[in-house]
Structures are given as C-alpha cells and as structure tokens.
C-alpha cells in the first residue's frame, strides 16, 4: 500500500517553524491564561497532569491521524475534531480513574488550541503532492485519477524525476522488456519502491476491481480471527455502553413513526449474513405499509414509497438503530458489508463475479462502501460497492472500523447518499 501520508515536496523551513510555535501554544498558552510564570514548570502535580494529557493526547492524535491518512480519500480536516475529542476523552478518563489532580480551565483552553495545531498539520499534508512516475507499457493506459497525485511517464530507463516517491507499472505486460526490467531491479536496489499499477489502483481508489480476484490469492480474504473475535466483543461493548442514549431515542423514533402513519414502528426482513446464512433484521419503518407488495426492489431518489419521517430517519441513519438487537445476537458488526435481501443476491451471484466473497465476515450497520460510495440503486452502482467491499475485507483492521466509524459520523451529519 502507497504510504498515502508522505509527501513529495517536504515542509519548508518556515512552515515546520509554524508547527512548532502551534505545538508550544497549545502546551504553554493556557498556562499563560490560568497560572503565573513562576508556576508553569513548578512540580506541581496539577501541572504535571495537565501538561502531560496534553502532550500524550497530541501525540496519540498525530500518529491516529497519520494512520488514518494511509486509506483511500483521507485528506479531510473533518477527521481532526472527533480525533482530537477522543484522545483527550480517553486521557482524562485516565485522570478520573486514577483520581489525579488536575485543571479543568488549562485543559478546556487547550483542547481547541490542539485543534489548531492538527489543522495546521492535516493542511500542510494537504498541499504536498506525491510524484509517481510510471512505465507507460500495456495496461497503464488508465491511470487513477486522483487528487495529490502527479503522474510522470517514463520514456526511457532513465534518472528519476526529484522529489519521485515510487515508480509504478504492470509488472505483467508483455512490452516490458529487458531494459526496463533491469531498470525496474536498480531501483529496488537503491531502495525506491516499485509498485504494480493493480496495488496502486488499491491503494488510491479503495476499491479491488473484479477482475483483480483472479490474479488475487483468495486467502488473502480471509480476515484473522483474532481480530474479528476483538471486533465482536468491542461491538457488544459499544452497544451496552450506549444504550442510556440510544434506548430513549428508539422510543421517540419510534413513536414519531406511529404518529406519523398507521402499521409497526419496526421493519421486519430476512438478510443474508455472513458464510450465506439468513437472518432476520430489524430495521425503523420508512416507508408506508405494504412497501413491497410488488416484490423487492431498491429505493430510489425521491421515493414515493418513503414518509416524511422515514426521509429524516433513512438522512441521519436512525433507521438503522434497531440493529444493534442484532449485533448483539452476534448476527451483525457496527461496520462490514450491508446485508442484502436474498432476491437481490441471488441475482447477483450470476452477474457479479465473486459477489458471495462479502459473506466472509460479518454484515454491518455502516461500511466502506457506503461511506465512500453511498446507496446503491442498480447492479453496476452494485459492482462498485462490492469492490469496495472486497477492499476492506482485504484491509479489514483497526485503524480502518475507527475511520469509517468517524465517516459514518460525518454521514449521518450530512446524509450523504441517503435514499
């Protein structure tokens, strides 16, 4: 994977100077405000605390973000506030457990400054500019389009461009001839990457084409099980943890949807879920009765089918809210690929190859390809998010549930692809 995080022109000397002064502010300048001179490096155990969340929550921010940066699309401040909330949450929560004294006013200054310096640094990111320079054989006619990203053709085995970061090609075309091979092995030699234009395409678009799965080691779709028994445990905890916000939200979503028309709050359908299996999922009514008398079919922009309350729920995903019965039941995750119905798939197994590979793991609530490509509403919109799919089951980690957790914040937010 193309380190998404390094830049090809590095930090002049006069931005990595704003950095710091940025760094110091936000560690000395609410001392400024709330302590005289002489007590800002007193041993005081409330300075020493106070000092010490704040240093280790900018450091615990820039290395999140830094693995945030390495996905697909990742360039966005929007990142930087939930980011920066969550760092200095779980530090004081720290403080609070270990009952350590330490000052609510130096913290509470120094949160938003904190967020000035990671803004600063997630823009500096932001206007660097990676330089791949690429082998113009057979197969490279199509190259990602991506933003902060400067392609260089190479006509002939020659010194790279400065400033290039990798050299990309298709290591299998047939025109690749003995120079560029050699060339190819003297820049392994003298340590610059070369990368084959199918990982590229990975890496840059987040998505596994299709016909990649036949160059690909299906093992490498099998997610560890560690992880995924991790994973349903941290679900289970969420849900739990949650609930005294969650449960009385439910209710009112609930009640405004019976207000609203007549029928049951809930949705009730079978999905299939993970290795194939069936399961009933539950869901907030957002359309009216009898939805789906004509059998099953996907809903549309301006569904006549969807009821005012439904279009709010269906925006900001609180129709989804049900589901947690069913991560709790161990049927479904917070973030994986979204269960279809089992008319849908069986239509897709025959025009989608390898479409039953997103049964590996579990269904989820919300998932890479809804938050970078939103709802699907015919098969080769369907095709895409399968290959999305197929990339995060690939890459199925950590960092990458934390990052589609804080995208799916933003998407509840903004109701991006709500149908």
Same mark, same amino acid.
Request: aromatic share 12%; glycine share 6%.
């Given at each position: 994977?193309?380190?998404?995080?390094?830049?090809?022109?590095?930090?002049?000397?006069?931005?990595?100077?704003?950095?710091?002064?940025?760094?110091?502010? /936000? &560690?000395?300048?609410?001392? %400024?405000?709330?302590?005289? *001179?002489?007590? =800002?490096?007193? !041993?005081? #155990? +409330?300075?020493?605390?106070?000092?010490?969340?704040?240093?280790?929550?900018?450091?615990?921010?820039?290395?999140?973000?830094?693995?945030?940066?390495?996905?697909?699309?990742?360039?966005?401040?929007?990142?930087?506030?939930?980011? /920066? &909330?969550?760092?200095?949450? %779980?530090?004081?929560?720290? *403080?609070?457990? =270990?009952?350590? !004294?330490? #000052? +609510?006013?130096?913290?509470?200054?120094?949160?938003?400054?904190?967020?000035?310096?990671?803004?600063?640094?997630?823009?500096?990111?932001?206007?660097?500019?990676?330089?791949?320079?690429?082998?113009?054989?057979?197969?490279?006619?199509? &190259?990602?389009?991506?933003?902060?990203?400067?392609?260089?053709?190479?006509?002939?085995?020659? !010194?790279?461009?400065?400033?290039?970061?990798?050299?990309?090609?298709?290591?299998?075309?047939?025109?690749?001839?003995?120079?560029?091979?050699?060339?190819?092995?003297?820049?392994?030699?003298?340590?610059?990457?070369?990368?084959?234009?199918?990982?590229?395409?990975?890496?840059?678009?987040?998505?596994?084409?299709?016909?990649?799965?036949?160059?690909?080691?299906?093992?490498?779709?099998?997610?560890?099980?560690?992880?995924?028994?991790?994973?349903?445990?941290?679900?289970?905890?969420?849900?739990?943890?949650?609930?005294?916000?969650?449960?009385?939200?439910?209710?009112?979503?609930?009640?405004?949807?019976?207000?609203?028309?007549?029928?049951?709050?809930?949705?009730?359908?079978?999905?299939?879920?993970?290795?194939?299996?069936?399961?009933?999922?539950?869901?907030?009514?957002?359309?009216?009765?009898?939805?789906?008398?004509?059998?099953?079919?996907?809903?549309?922009?301006?569904?006549?089918?969807?009821?005012?309350?439904?279009?709010?729920?269906?925006?900001?995903?609180?129709?989804?809210?049900?589901?947690?019965?069913?991560?709790?039941?161990?049927?479904?995750?917070?973030?994986?690929?979204?269960?279809?119905?089992?008319?849908?798939?069986?239509?897709?197994?025959?025009?989608?190859?390898?479409?039953?590979?997103?049964?590996?793991?579990?269904?989820?609530?919300?998932?890479?390809?809804?938050?970078?490509?939103?709802?699907?509403?015919?098969?080769?919109?369907?095709?895409?998010?399968?290959?999305?799919?197929?990339?995060?089951?690939?890459?199925?980690?950590?960092?990458?549930?934390?990052?589609?957790?804080?995208?799916?914040?933003?998407?509840?937010?903004?109701?991006?692809?709500?149908?």
């Amino acid at each position: 994977m193309i380190d998404r995080s390094m830049s090809a022109t590095p930090p002049t000397f006069r931005h990595s100077l704003l950095q710091g002064l940025l760094f110091a502010a /936000a &560690l000395l300048l609410p001392a %400024l405000l709330f302590w005289p *001179v002489e007590e =800002w490096f007193h !041993p005081h #155990s +409330v300075n020493h605390v106070s000092y010490s969340v704040v240093v280790i929550s900018l450091m615990g921010e820039l290395v999140t973000l830094r693995m945030l940066a390495q996905f697909p699309g990742q360039r966005s401040k929007r990142t930087v506030i939930p980011v /920066a &909330l969550a760092w200095f949450g %779980l530090c004081l929560a720290g *403080v609070l457990v =270990w009952r350590l !004294p330490y #000052s +609510v006013y130096y913290l509470a200054a120094a949160l938003p400054l904190s967020c000035v310096f990671l803004f600063h640094h997630v823009w500096l990111r932001h206007q660097q500019v990676q330089t791949l320079a690429y082998i113009p054989v057979s197969g490279m006619d199509r &190259l990602p389009e991506v933003a902060h990203i400067r392609w260089h053709a190479l006509d002939a085995p020659a !010194p790279l461009p400065p400033h290039c970061r990798a050299v990309v090609t298709n290591l299998h075309a047939p025109d690749l001839g003995a120079a560029w091979q050699k060339f190819l092995a003297e820049c392994t030699l003298q340590g610059m990457p070369v990368y084959n234009i199918r990982q590229v395409e990975e890496s840059l678009t987040g998505r596994v084409k299709i016909r990649h799965m036949y160059e690909n080691d299906l093992g490498s779709l099998l997610p560890s099980p560690v992880y995924l028994w991790l994973k349903q445990v941290l679900d289970t905890l969420f849900v739990l943890v949650t609930a005294p916000v969650t449960v009385p939200l439910m209710l009112l979503t609930a009640a405004a949807i019976r207000l609203e028309s007549p029928g049951p709050a809930l949705f009730v359908q079978n999905r299939v879920g993970q290795r194939g299996r069936e399961f009933t999922i539950y869901k907030f009514r957002s359309m009216g009765m009898d939805s789906e008398r004509h059998g099953a079919q996907f809903a549309t922009q301006g569904d006549a089918r969807i009821t005012r309350v439904g279009r709010f729920i269906r925006k900001t995903r609180l129709d989804e809210l049900p589901q947690f019965w069913n991560i709790l039941k161990g049927e479904m995750s917070l973030i994986g690929p979204r269960p279809e119905q089992k008319a849908f798939v069986d239509g897709f197994e025959h025009s989608i190859p390898f479409y039953n590979y997103r049964h590996i793991v579990k269904p989820g609530i919300s998932g890479w390809a809804q938050v970078m490509h939103g709802y699907a509403a015919d098969e080769d919109a369907t095709q895409v998010k399968v290959e999305h799919d197929f990339y995060y089951i690939k890459h199925i980690s950590f960092s990458l549930d934390v990052l589609i957790f804080f995208k799916t914040i933003k998407t509840m937010l903004t109701g991006f692809g709500a149908r």
